[in-house]
């Protein structure tokens, strides 16, 4: 059974600080990575995807590694904003077989950036 | 593209009714649609994958019979909560798979319902 794991569970920055969030999964027959964003209430906002063959993706300031064969994963923020602040989920999607189409969550880190 | 549109977006029922949760895909089309509960401060879990035209599979510990599940068509799914206990009250999120695409799940925006 897939497990995700997400630290740390909180993080509190000053603005203006680089940072990352470390995600690992214990199997590593995946088909994609993804990390979301959750505003307090809200649903998920896509941030990025990383497909298995690939080792990272980058969107503005943010960049998403992905050492598949070690079940690692982190997500790099530069130069954090207030607005940044939000829960960072980390999920995986199996790669077939008796876990086709599952998507495994972390349980995600609080990210708060300080003005 | 690719927006999933959950309807309502928050819901208060009195212990004992049903309450019905929609979730569309606007601008596609979904053969799989898949729906997941999240407690306070907790993440995602996947309650059931629902596939056009035939049964949901539901995942171990949700109840069927509580969680009834029909997906009748390629955009849409719906969650009906069977005579809902306070217990029940939480967010309920929805995704869709674009057909014949194994890759990228599109979230809805949730559902909060609250069981008095």
């Known amino acids: 059974k897939q497990e995700v794991t997400q630290i740390p569970a909180a993080l509190s920055v000053p603005e203006g600080e680089n940072l990352v969030l470390n995600c690992s999964f214990t199997?590593?027959?995946?088909?994609?990575l993804q990390w979301f964003r959750q505003d307090p209430g809200k649903g998920l906002t896509s941030l990025l995807l990383?497909?298995?063959?690939?080792r990272e993706q980058t969107s503005g300031r943010l960049n998403a590694s992905l050492d598949k064969s070690s079940g690692r994963s982190t997500l790099y923020i530069a130069a954090s904003q207030p607005g940044d602040s939000a829960t960072y989920l980390c999920a995986v999607l199996a790669a077939g077989g008796t876990s086709y189409g599952k998507l495994t969550f972390g349980q995600g880190t609080i990210l708060t950036v300080h003005p | 593209g690719a927006v999933v549109s959950q309807h309502p977006s928050r819901v208060i029922c009195k212990s004992g009714t049903s309450v019905k949760i929609e979730c569309r895909s606007l601008d596609f089309q979904a053969t799989t649609m898949f729906w997941y509960r999240q407690f306070p401060k907790k993440s995602l879990m996947l309650m059931a994958t629902?596939?056009?035209?035939?049964?949901?599979?539901?995942e171990q510990g949700v109840e069927k019979d509580k969680f009834l599940i029909n997906h009748a068509s390629l955009t849409l799914s719906t969650l009906t909560v069977t005579s809902a206990h306070p217990e029940d009250s939480s967010f309920y999120i929805c995704?869709?798979?674009?057909?014949?695409?194994?890759?990228?799940?599109?979230f809805g925006p949730g559902t909060r319902l609250t069981v008095l």
């Open positions: 629902s596939n056009e035209g035939s049964k949901a599979t539901y």
């Open positions: 990383i497909q298995s063959s690939q």
């Open positions: 995704s869709a798979w674009p057909a014949a695409s194994y890759n990228e799940q599109f």
């Open positions: 199997d590593s027959a995946i088909y994609n």
